[in-house]
């Protein structure tokens, strides 16, 4: 099955629905982003693996304390994985009220059920330099 334009649209809505949801405080609202089984790898983040809405919303509570105020996500890859199953991969910005922001790659594996499309697994890895891929000269 070819993943069509509706469900692109759908699952790029869903990864942008995080940023509004946690920056405007709506953090009871996690379930329409995540399965009820979410794992969600918050380890670079110094969280470890949090299981289900309830310890994302938690992780996401005591966060707040390191000032991010607004959560930007773009570079959005989708893959299909078989029916019912995409992996994603997107870069997210984090801008903190002091004005300083940071980078992140997020992993998603995302699947339809009977409430649409959610998170299943999030995998959060913070970018602290540069790659250290060899570089095509300047």
Sequence with gaps: MT???EDRMAITELIGLHGHLVDDGEL???Q???TADVVYDATDLGHGALHGPAAVRDAARAMREH????HHVTNIVLTEVS???VRARSKGIGARADGTC???TYEDLIVRGAKGWRISRR???????PSDR???PA
């Design 3 to 5: 993943l069509g334009v």
């Design 28 to 30: 009871d609202r996690l």
């Design 32 to 34: 329409e982003l995540f």
């Design 67 to 70: 000032g991010t105020v607004g």
């Design 83 to 85: 029916d019912g199953q």
């Design 102 to 104: 940071g980078s992140v």
């Design 123 to 129: 995998k959060v890895a913070v970018r602290r330099k």
């Design 134 to 136: 060899d570089q095509p």
